[in-house]
């Protein structure tokens, strides 16, 4: 706890690293690439789940549950699907271990207990949906499904790291019908919004909407739509996305509806979804050489309350005090901790809660009871000043709030000073390589370009911006007629 | 739709599986023995977890998140917990798939991305989890650490039920880890009594608390701690377990804690759980042969609002009248759903709201207006009555309360008139082949005995309540000493 963390400036790899562990938020686990999540970083996840739930409902998503496991014949059955994730997935190919006859205090598989079909530890449930789904819809009158899960997925990835890219993560993942493609790209629209939305007046996570070139598409869609973020290091993260499915998934598992006349079609689908990855954004995004910054929003712990006293008969005093503070927050839905722990210094405690981001901290001495006054500071800003202690509550609710667009603000000047237009590939990689950010420059439309240039920059094309305004121009690369700007960046 | 249910007399097991289907809770999937839970069903489920949920955070625990998979060497770890679950248990294996060579469009494992060693798909989390405490505690100040997760865990059963047997199921798993065995002993009972509370007083399932005999404990305790409610047919059901472990875990993990002077010890463990299986046992306690009862706790739809009408001229009148109710209702934090629904007659609607459990019916037909009346129907008894309009408020929330207990009064009733108290052995296989229910009998204590009585009567003990009256007596089998009456069944 003494040593301060390495700075933004030294490390940033190695900063976000120590965060992640020294706040509790996370830490890897006996299991390659599979991370525990901490109670204090799962009561974060959990301010995300609840708000995102209220949000889904609200516009008229059920939750349900699917199995973990996908058998390996639905999991082939459409293609491109497959073919995107077969090369990271985790395999079941037994259902029973017995003791090692060599050593009885071991267990090897039972070669007897051999699945007859391999499967699949679900990496994304379409698959297992979609063959479900096929005995949900006959009619019209069954759609729309509009349907999400809870789940954990895993994907083998090979370089992992806390949150941003886990073997195992948490998400949700949408999965919905419809009876015409009108209506399945409206619904993808809706979610991409409904997590802008999410994003930034919640996370206070300045998000630029837009949709994914074809190689960035997800594996099965038709069209990616998401949303990127910038983070502190000038590197874009991918923090949701909604893919239009088409009937590519109906299909593969062929789901038709009979229309009013009886006629039958092709079911089309949307899915979408956002992970614990939101976690690794969150940190990215506010945070500093101190710590994590959490809005509060997402704050287990809104205020904290340190007393600073010598000896137990100025706790007392200072006790009667912070506890009417501790139940007038309390009674306006603040959540507050009083910190009267013996064995802690008051500096130790101050480093740790902002290590921990908590976003106001009180702290009440002796001099503060005469004074009827309290010192209250911000973590967002590292401003102190004192606040008589009859307006606390007035005061905390009045700059949670502040602290909560504060840290909208400040990160979307950051995310709009490091958008640059670049006209040439010269100045394309002058950026790219320099201090990164987002780069708006045209491109010709081909896959080949797109591949080029990130083999030499390492720089992709995070998205094409949905509000782009409609100008020609030459593409950086190739020279070719390009319809409109991109928006390159390195990547998470 | 049309079809009536199976009732439970002509078969039990079979009008279970009958209203788990038609109600909309759950279904089998495309894995061997992995269920979908549907909509309704998780809806119902996200109440029980959102209930309880409140219950772990206001006795002081947390929740967090562990790894799905465990490393076969730790699982190896804890000798008990091993054995009793290595032989039911999904092994990964590899984590790649590629394409067949044969085939192009089929996928096969890719024995290059073989593991080094074996995951085992967790079917409980102490071994994972107690090798992560190693790391967080080291002294006395790190305890108690009091933490829960919500997940799913799989267990490779070969004869599976929805709901009250699956390969996957959803559950929640507390792990505490504690400086003393009379602490540790505490938050076992402290859980096991949450846990009764919440099966009566929320889900209106009356429960015995007791101790498990040593040979139903869980693998790897030193003493379980169960809820054991009794279904309609006169089977037994285990409602949740909480188990105190005492030092096994600590003891395979090495995880020691040093006190304040200094001294090693090392630390005792409890764990506790209920899962899906719980919807099992509210489907068993409450449901009759016209489907599913919920008490109004669990009832995602409360009160369902059916206009009775010809024409849309009378329609539209009554949906004024509805949707003040509507509002009214909602106001009071009252579920409400008005089914105006036009391509479905009324009698179709009473039908399947009946089978879905609604608990309150409401119906208003042109007569209604005139007299401003509503008809209200309730679910538990089938009674109907007339209401006046402006008391449906009143009478509806005086109705809901008088469900819930009389669901839990009747279910009371029925348990408690199927508690047999027998004296010899005779008269024991006489009421177990016959209505079953719960018979209290002396008992010697041995697991001989016990085990006799298990493959003579397909019985087990249930618990060993924990009100037991001290009444010395002769075991009903052996004849030898007994220190109290313990409570058998056949079970789920």
Known sequence: MAEKLTSRQ?????????????????ETSAVRGCMVIKPYGFAIWEKIQSELDKKFKETGHQNAYFPLFVPKSLFEAEEKNAEGFSKECAVVTHYRLKNDPKDS????????????EELIVRPTSEAIIWNTYKNWIQSYRDLPILVNQWANVVRWEMRTRLFLRTAEFLWQEGHTAHATKEEAIEETILINNLYADFAENFMAIPVLKGLKSESERFAGAD???????LMQDGKALQLGTSHFLGQNFAKAFDVKFANEDGKLSYVWATSWGVSTRLMGALIMTHSDDNGLVLPPNLAPI???????????????KITVEANKIVSDLKSKGISVKYDDRDNFKPGYKFNDYELKGVPIRISIGPRDLENRTIELARRDNLTKSVVQ??????????ILKDIQLSLFNRAQNFRDKNITEVNNFKEFEKIITGNGGFVSAHWDGTIETELKIKN???????????DNKKEKGKCIFSGKESAGRVIFAKSY
Chains 1, 2 share one sequence.
């Open 389 to 398: 202690l009859d307006s606390v509550v007035i005061q905390v609710q009045k």
């Open 105 to 116: 205090t071991k267990l090897i598989i039972d070669e007897q207990a051999k699945l007859e």
């Open 456 to 466: 030499l920059t390492k720089a992709t094309i995070r998205c094409i911006p949905i």
């Open 223 to 229: 069209e990616t739509y998401c949303i990127e973020g």
């Open 302 to 316: 809104q205020v904290v309350i340190v007393p600073i006293y010598k000896g137990l008969d100025q706790l007392k």
């Open 10 to 26: 030294t490390d940033y790899s190695k900063w976000y690293n120590e965060i992640v562990v020294k706040a509790g938020l996370a």
